[in-house]
């Protein structure tokens, strides 16, 4: 069964600051896809970012981009020109390209933009 | 473009008592999901449908039946509500695998 581990419980920086978060996986898998999600406090989970495994590029998404590491297994999230909006929980979330459906989330970073 | 839709927004039920959440896409997805949210765990997967017709298992289904009634609407079960089954309820559709998942809003269940 594949993991995923955010090792970052809670971070906070200044707005307009540069922030990275952390993710870690194991999988057996050459095949997968990774995800960002956020959560900010109505609940609703927003897609960040998406990464496919097979794509040396690092995907990037306006002010959001990743640093994926394949032989590390890492996949990190760094937030430039932060924003108070961006206060939220985000989840690292690992999909499978064959093997069991459904998204693997890690247990999540808050992040705290202040003023 | 409703997405999906999850009913009710919040519950609260007695220990023993049942009841169904409700989940329907429109946007003609395969593949639906229910996930519980519980503090410190993220998001765990309950059971799946990659197809109407069929389901399986996820991570954490003990307590918990489900049915795809058409390619629409996949609703999750409670037939014997515990305290356990306290926590945050999110409904997932995707196209296919590998693709964004879209979420519903989540229900809010408390079971007392």
């Known amino acids: 069964a594949q993991t995923v581990t955010q090792s970052q419980p809670e971070m906070s920086v200044q707005e307009a600051e540069t922030v990275t978060l952390s993710c870690t996986y194991d999988?057996?898998?050459?095949?997968?896809?990774l995800f960002w999600y956020k959560q900010p406090p109505s609940r609703q989970m927003i897609l960040v970012i998406r990464?496919?495994?097979?794509?040396?590029q690092n995907a990037t998404e306006n002010r959001f981009s990743v640093n994926f590491q394949k032989a590390a297994k890492s996949f990190s999230l760094k937030i430039s020109d932060s924003q108070l909006g961006d206060t939220a929980m985000y989840f690292c979330?690992?999909?499978?390209?064959?093997?069991?459906?459904?998204?693997?989330f890690g247990k999540g970073t808050h992040l705290i933009i202040q003023p | 473009n409703a997405g999906v839709t999850q009913t009710p927004k919040f519950q609260v039920l007695k220990t023993g008592q049942s009841m169904t959440l409700q989940c329907a896409q429109d946007m003609n997805h395969n593949s639906m999901y229910w996930y519980r949210q519980d503090p410190g765990m993220g998001l765990r997967l309950i059971y799946y449908?990659?197809?109407?017709?069929?389901?399986d298992k996820g991570e954490v289904p003990n307590g918990y039946n489900v049915s795809r009634l058409n390619k629409r609407e996949f609703s999750l079960r409670l037939e014997s509500a515990a305290p356990s089954q306290t926590s945050v309820y999110f409904c997932a559709s995707s196209e296919a695998r590998g693709r964004r998942a879209f979420f519903g809003q989540g229900t809010r269940l408390t079971v007392v």
């Open positions: 449908s990659a197809s109407e017709g069929t389901t």
């Open positions: 990464q496919e495994a097979y794509k040396q």
């Open positions: 999988t057996s898998e050459n095949n997968y896809y």
């Open positions: 979330a690992f999909y499978s390209g064959g093997g069991a459906d459904g998204l693997t």
